[in-house]
């Protein structure tokens, strides 16, 4: 099972290379695609790691954040007229919710964007029909959610490699192929470009430097691979937080990131 996942996320992640001269000599390859068991697996994963498997924590809004987090990915939604440097995600899940036939609340259907336009106002309403429907929603969802999550690792490949130097593509590749060989690092993968992005929008950056997927695997050393990519993960994060504004106080959040980041190391038992 977790063999042909592998097969189809390298195939999956090859889409889009065509800009990118030396990858183009392989055949078109096919989506990701993996069980429903391991999309509940991996989405179960993710929950934890977001929300604390909790019900009230697919809810969220951070002190100091601009935007809602929702989901077991803690996806973004901004309020209509507010954007940020951070990625918009969504959006894009409800769409592929839609995609799939799953039936929307109407109040969300027709949502240009986030309807709590403060923080206060999205504490405020947590026990309201509207907060209670988007909860149920994506609590019955998890799978979908967690196949949803996948698919972005399945674009990440791609554009990593036209934003990498050069000489830095195929050191990128390899190790992503590397980490995807595993189930443990799958589930990595999938975690880490939920959690920090793909590392390739310039938005993303403090002090010029990024903290994406891109940015762990290019700062990965040779050695074990889970726990090479565990530390690469955590010195980046450690890097975004010595560079951010002041006024963002992300110190606070760190403990809490490299826990999760600690993760994804191998289990005790295996050096992989």
């Known amino acids: 099972m977790f063999t042909a996942f592998r097969h189809q996320l390298?195939?999956?992640?090859?889409?889009?290379?065509?800009?990118?001269?030396?990858?183009?000599?392989?055949?078109?390859?096919?989506?990701?695609?993996?069980?429903?068991?391991?999309?509940?697996?991996?989405?179960?994963?993710?929950?934890?790691?977001?929300?604390?498997?909790?019900?009230a924590g697919l809810t969220s809004w951070n002190a100091g954040e601009n935007f809602a987090s929702l989901g077991i990915g803690h996806f973004i939604w901004y309020p209509?007229?507010?954007?940020?440097?951070?990625?918009?995600?969504?959006?894009?899940l409800l769409e592929y919710f839609r995609a799939r036939g799953v039936p929307l609340p109407e109040w969300l259907?027709?949502?240009?964007?986030?309807?709590?336009?403060?923080?206060?106002?999205?504490?405020?309403?947590?026990q309201?029909?509207?907060?209670?429907?988007?909860?149920?929603?994506?609590?019955?969802?998890?799978?979908?959610?967690?196949q949803f999550a996948v698919?972005?690792?399945?674009?990440?490949?791609?554009?990593?490699?036209v934003a990498a130097a050069p000489g830095e593509r195929e050191r990128v590749r390899r190790r992503f192929e590397e980490l995807a060989a595993i189930p443990q690092g799958q589930y990595a993968l999938v975690d880490y470009v939920n959690f920090k992005g793909e590392g390739t929008s310039q938005s993303e950056r403090y002090a010029g430097r990024g903290w994406g997927l891109l940015q762990v695997l290019s700062r990965m050393?040779?050695?074990?691979?889970?726990?090479?990519?565990?530390?690469?993960?955590?010195?980046?994060?450690?890097?975004?937080?010595?560079?951010?504004?002041?006024?963002?106080?992300?110190?606070?959040?760190?403990?809490?990131?490299?826990?999760?980041v600690r993760t994804y190391r191998a289990p005790a038992a295996s050096d992989a």
């Not at 986030?114 to 405020?124: E, G, I, K, S």
């Not at 907060?131 to 959610?145: A, D, P």
Request: hydrophobic share 40%; net charge positive; proline share 7%.
């Open 10 to 55: 390298r195939a999956g992640c090859l889409l889009g290379l065509a800009g990118v001269a030396a990858m183009t000599a392989r055949p078109a390859p096919a989506a990701v695609a993996i069980s429903s068991a391991e999309a509940e697996e991996i989405g179960r994963r993710l929950w934890r790691n977001e929300a604390g498997g909790t019900i």
């Open 80 to 92: 209509v007229g507010i954007r940020g440097p951070f990625e918009e995600s969504f959006p894009g």
């Open 109 to 126: 259907e027709g949502a240009r964007g986030c309807p709590w336009a403060t923080r206060a106002a999205f504490l405020a309403d947590q």
């Open 128 to 146: 309201g029909p509207r907060m209670r429907e988007l909860r149920s929603l994506l609590s019955e969802h998890i799978g979908l959610q967690a």
């Open 151 to 161: 698919g972005r690792l399945q674009k990440a490949l791609p554009k990593m490699l």
């Open 221 to 260: 050393e040779d050695g074990p691979v889970l726990n090479a990519f565990s530390r690469a993960a955590e010195e980046t994060l450690v890097e975004r937080v010595r560079n951010a504004p002041p006024e963002r106080h992300e110190e606070r959040w760190l403990p809490g990131w490299r826990n999760r």
